[in-house]
């Protein structure tokens, strides 16, 4: 069975804070590593990433995919209020089936 | 610029009432998906489609069953509404070879049975 695990699941920051967030994935047939967030209501996307290794940036956010060890992280630098959110992680695979993890609520204060 | 929606955002049923959530999308994607969200849990497949009337069951279907009799649209149905099910229902689409960015999220409806 897919598993997608994320960590931690739930974290609280400061403004200017910088933020990690995992996720580790034990998929058959893994073919890309998604990234959403989501604001109570429809996730939006974030990255992509396919091949191990490369960082991809938006932003203060970035993230990157290890292939090797299976897992990837979401880096959130300066974070601001609106950072405040859901941050979702999905495996989806080379007959494009996708698993999510259960996501990390991430609070930023004032 | 809305491509996939779900009509009813937030519903009040009771205990044994028959629920209908409809969703919508104007891409004309061939793959449909409802999923439930639950803290700590995630989103988990309740069913999923590739074509007019052509279903398969997800990770969590006990409960639930659906319907696609148009292309564009894709119904989740709560044959007999139990309190375990109030929780926040997606919906999804994408086209056969889906990217991250070629999934498109309804907005969610939060579904309440008391």
């Known amino acids: 069975e897919d598993k997608v695990v994320q960590s931690p699941l739930s974290l609280v920051v400061h403004e200017g804070d910088t933020v990690t967030l995992n996720c580790s994935y034990e998929?058959?047939?893994?073919?890309?590593l998604l990234w959403y967030k989501q604001e109570k209501k429809a996730p939006t996307f974030l990255f992509m990433l396919t091949s191990s290794g490369i960082e991809k940036k938006s932003g203060r956010l970035s993230s990157i995919l290890d292939k090797k060890e299976l897992f990837s992280i979401l880096n959130i630098t300066a974070t601001q209020t609106g950072d405040s959110a859901v941050y979702l992680c999905a495996a989806i695979t080379n007959d494009y089936k996708l698993s999510f993890g259960a996501g990390t609520t991430v609070t930023v204060r004032a | 610029d809305v491509k996939v929606t779900q009509s009813s955002r937030y519903l009040v049923k009771r205990t044994g009432e028959k629920v209908f959530l409809e969703c919508v999308q104007d891409?004309?994607?061939?793959?449909m998906f409802w999923y439930r969200q639950d803290p700590g849990l995630g989103l988990r497949l309740i069913y999923f489609?590739?074509?007019?009337?052509?279903?398969e069951k997800g990770d969590i279907p006990e409960g639930y069953s659906v319907s696609r009799e148009k292309k564009e649209r894709f119904s989740l149905i709560l044959e007999s509404a139990s309190t375990n099910q109030t929780s926040m229902y997606l919906c999804a689409s994408h086209p056969p070879r889906a990217a991250g960015n070629t999934i498109y999220f309804g907005e969610g409806s939060w579904l309440t049975v008391v």
């Open positions: 489609s590739y074509d007019v009337k052509m279903k």
């Open positions: 998929v058959t047939n893994f073919r890309s």
């Open positions: 891409m004309d994607h061939e793959n």
